[in-house]
């Protein structure tokens, strides 16, 4: 492949623009395209080879060098755009002006050496991330047993996040929560290295930090108050859910706690960002038969393919487009036995027209079976937009992306469609209902203030309001704020805690899944409509529904084509993010919440400050103030 240095660069641009008069827009954009899907082909295969073998040292450099050849092409491309058309004020065409300024526009704007250098830093991190092992707790000492072989010591997935999820020892929570954060501390300094990188780039790439160029291709004046609005609408919401599981809480692990905020180790989850593996204790109606499905799953015998096929077959059901041959060949369902991989699902676009591919370590359960849903909805965003012009084979916006298999999801686990599929014998009544929209809630409403805090903390980290000695302190700020949750032990001063996430190490925004969750209902509400479903939201199943399925795929083909209220437009009727749609999807849930906290004489709300807030008495906060 042809290498350009940065002189041969800049003599391009000075060519480029004494000929550049003469070359035309369609021209331009056509070539744009073609040489770019080579481009993008090359780094993703590189970037794909690394995350389906870790143990294969030489992989990183050829992925670092890949990221670079694609990033000084891209540069290349912006410097031609722009020697040829300028502020691309005399372009009247919408579309083509919107495809240059996109071309024009380089994100990151890094040296060779530099994109090298941030690439291994990522690698680097998410190396430390997925090969670490800790010693495994022991039920008889009640300990760690580091005499174990390191080949039974446990990986975050499956082992750490399985004791998470089920343990229901306050200790060994507590151990497995601190163990992985002694790891995620690991990366510290190279996270350091990377903000500092990362920003540099930014900036020369015509940004103020990073943050803001991530803020940017969301394409909304003043983001940031869009997004907080938006929280704010719907934490009465979550406090209602919050008061509740601390009263199953205090009641599961008597005397462990007497704070406000919840001890982040005890909601069923490493980062406490979904807490459907409480239901075992905290469900409304115990005795009424389980929405959760895992059980009837194993009974059956589904497989990791098998739960593939149902997912495309729901799809196809919708006249959508069915997954590939390639996708099948190519895809990762399972863990494999003898290598690391990266076993964070993800959705994998080649960018060429064909090649669409997930990497996934399956288990059989009832979430890996949304997680499926989830995953297969980017590939169906990439297939449906696949046929527009390069430039424009992108979500709407990066929420819409992360949108589109949840919408799916809402439909596939209510009751009325795992009957269809014969996975639940429903008894539909009011408890069941209740049931699952606290399951529901237990995931969608749990991850709102986390979805959104997120990004709080890396744009603060990106624009300087947090530096490395303040990392950690205004993570936790963050975390009692906005999730009511304290760390079960005081936090060693160089601790990142922040760092265990794994989008934040391999330098994914977030701020998308947050967008989504309320973007999904809109959706949704939009798609059971044109399904003439008239009973409640929360029941509404859409299967079999071409009238649905072409109005979503109306929006999914636009791709990136026009700014999201557009996109928005296209599906729901009008342009604006909008929690209407999942506050009243969860409205019986919150009225049975509220007379439940009512019932038990509760308290809302919690300390925002920490680390006082530890020693402080349940009492203490907004009592009543939200019942009004
Ligand atoms: C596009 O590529 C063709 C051949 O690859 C070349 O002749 C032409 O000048 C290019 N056009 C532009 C506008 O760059
Ligand atoms: C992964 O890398 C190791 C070390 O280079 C190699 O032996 C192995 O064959 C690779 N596995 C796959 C599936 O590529
Ligand atoms: C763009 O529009 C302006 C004013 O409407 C017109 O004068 C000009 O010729 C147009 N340019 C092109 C390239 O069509
Ligand atoms: C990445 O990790 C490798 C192996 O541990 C190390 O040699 C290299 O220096 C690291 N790269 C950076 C940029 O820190
Ligand atoms: C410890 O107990 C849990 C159940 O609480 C069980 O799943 C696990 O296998 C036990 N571990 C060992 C090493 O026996
Ligand atoms: C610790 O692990 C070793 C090696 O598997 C085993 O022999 C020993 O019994 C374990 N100790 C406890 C307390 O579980
Ligand atoms: C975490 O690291 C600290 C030292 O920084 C150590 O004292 C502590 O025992 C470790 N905890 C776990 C659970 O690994
Ligand atoms: C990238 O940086 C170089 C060097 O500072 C600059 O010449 C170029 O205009 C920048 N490109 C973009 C698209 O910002
Ligand atoms: C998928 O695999 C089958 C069987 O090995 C093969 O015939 C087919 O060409 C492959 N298709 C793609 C697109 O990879
Ligand atoms: C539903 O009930 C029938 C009859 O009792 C039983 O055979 C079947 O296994 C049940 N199916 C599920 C999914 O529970
Ligand atoms: C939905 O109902 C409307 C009005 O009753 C009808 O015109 C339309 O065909 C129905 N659509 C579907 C998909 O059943
Ligand atoms: C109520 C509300 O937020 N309305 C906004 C909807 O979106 C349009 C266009 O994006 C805005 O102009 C409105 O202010
Ligand atoms: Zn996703």
């Not at 929280?231 to 007497?258: D, M, N, S, V, W």
């Not at 925004?509 to 059971?528: D, K, L, R, V």
């Not at 859409?542 to 084509?561: E, I, V």
Request: hydrophobic fraction near 40%; charged fraction near 20%.
């Amino acid at each position: 492949m042809e290498r350009h240095t940065l002189a041969s660069l800049a003599l391009i641009t000075i060519l480029v623009s004494l000929v550049g008069a003469q070359s035309n827009v369609d021209d331009f954009l056509a070539n744009y395209s073609t040489s770019g899907e080579q481009q993008y082909y090359a780094d993703t295969v590189a970037n794909w080879n690394v995350a389906v073998n870790l143990d294969d040292d030489s992989l990183p450099g050829l992925a670092a060098q890949a990221d670079a050849d694609l990033a000084e092409w891209e540069q290349m491309m912006a410097a031609q755009a722009t020697a040829q058309f300028g502020d691309l004020s005399s372009i009247n065409d919408t579309s083509k002006k919107r495809q240059l300024k996109m071309i024009q526009t380089v994100g990151l704007n890094l040296t060779s050496t530099d994109t090298i250098l941030l690439s291994t830093l990522i690698i680097n991190m998410t190396t430390v991330f997925n090969t670490n092992r800790i010693c495994p707790w022991s039920n008889l000492t009640r300990e760690p047993n580091c005499s174990m072989p390191f080949q039974k010591w446990w990986r975050i997935d499956p082992e750490m996040f399985d004791r998470m999820s089920h343990s229901r020892d306050y200790d060994e929570l507590a151990y497995v929560w601190t163990a992985w954060r002694n790891i995620s501390a690991l990366n510290k300094e190279y996270f350091e290295q990377y903000v500092d990188l990362s920003n540099k780039g930014a900036r020369q790439g015509g940004f103020k930090d990073t943050g803001d160029y991530w803020r940017s291709l969301f394409e909304s004046e003043d983001f940031k108050n869009l997004m907080d609005q938006t929280f704010q609408e719907i934490l009465p919401l979550y406090e209602e859910l919050h008061t509740y599981i601390r009263r199953k809480l205090l009641a599961q692990y008597p005397g462990r706690f007497k704070t406000s905020a919840i001890p982040a180790h005890i909601l069923g989850n490493m980062w406490a960002q979904e807490w459907t593996d409480l239901g075992d204790f905290t469900t409304p109606f115990p005795d009424i038969a389980t929405v959760d499905v895992t059980a009837e799953m194993l009974a059956q015998n589904y497989t990791p393919l098998k739960m593939f096929h149902v997912a495309d077959d729901f799809y196809q059901s919708l006249g959508l487009i069915k997954m590939n041959d390639g996708f099948w060949n190519n895809s990762i369902i399972e863990q494999p036995e003898n290598r690391s991989i990266v076993c964070h699902a993800s959705a994998w676009d080649f960018v060429n027209g064909q090649d669409f591919r997930v990497k996934m370590c399956t288990k059989v359960n009832m979430a890996d079976l949304v997680t499926i849903h989830h995953e297969m909805g980017h590939i169906e965003y990439y297939m449906q937009y696949a046929k527009q012009p390069l430039p424009f084979r992108n979500g709407a916006n990066p929420g819409f992306h992360e949108a589109i298999g949840d919408t799916m999801a809402l439909s596939v686990v209510t009751p009325q469609h795992l009957q269809k599929i014969g996975l639940l014998n429903s008894t539909s009544s009011n408890e069941q209902d209740i049931n699952f929209l606290f399951k529901q809630a237990l995931g969608k409403v749990a991850f709102l203030p986390f979805g959104y805090l997120i990004d709080v903390w890396r744009w603060s980290v990106f624009d300087g309001t947090y530096n490395s000695s303040t990392y950690n302190t205004g993570w936790w700020d963050l975390r009692t704020k906005y999730q009511g949750i304290v760390p079960p032990n005081d936090r060693p001063v160089d601790a990142f805690d922040a760092g265990s996430k794994s989008h934040v190490i391999d330098s994914t925004p977030y701020i998308s899944y947050f967008f989504s969750e309320i973007a999904q209902f809109q959706f949704y509400e939009a798609m059971c409509k044109a399904a003439n479903q008239t009973d409640a939201l929360y029941k509404c199943d859409f299967y079999q529904s071409k009238a649905a399925g072409d109005l979503f795929s109306g929006m999914l083909q636009l791709g990136n084509s026009q700014p999201w209220p557009q996109a928005m437009q296209k599906i729901t009727g009008q342009q604006n993010l909008d929690a209407s749609a999942i506050s009243e999807y969860f409205k019986p849930l919150r009225d049975w919440l509220r007379n439940e906290n009512v019932k038990a004489g509760d308290c809302y709300g919690w300390d925002y400050t920490w680390p006082d807030a530890v020693t402080k008495n349940l009492n203490t906060p907004r009592c009543g103030s939200t019942l009004a």
